[in-house]
């Protein structure tokens, strides 16, 4: 966990599949409070992807909005997308 400690942004995944992108100043302590959670841990999350990211917030934002769109994480998808945009995507 030692190379999150940085930002960024992250999407845990459970057996390769993705189901919550966010982004952090520190992956490693956002992971480390999600994982912490009871609720979290019957998803059974085994696995992260992440891009470190240290430029300013409206690419960080950007950057976790792309992720989004193109790993449909089942647990934020939509919060991420505009109206227009939920048409077009059905899988979430």
């Known amino acids: 966990l030692d ?16 189901f919550f992108a966010s982004e952090s ?15 979290w841990a019957r998803i059974e999350p085994n696995s992260v992807k992440y891009v470190p990211h240290r430029e300013d917030l409206t690419r ?13 994480p089942s647990l934020n998808c939509r919060l991420l997308m505009q109206d227009s945009e939920l048409r077009r995507f059905t899988k979430c």
Do not use: T
């Open 25 to 39: 100043d520190n992956m490693r302590a956002q992971l480390e409070r999600v994982l912490s959670n009871e609720k």
């Open 60 to 72: 960080k934002y950007a950057l976790k909005s792309a992720v989004a769109i193109r790993e449909h």
């Open 3 to 18: 190379e999150l400690e940085q930002p960024g942004v992250f999407l845990l995944c459970s057996n390769d599949i993705g």
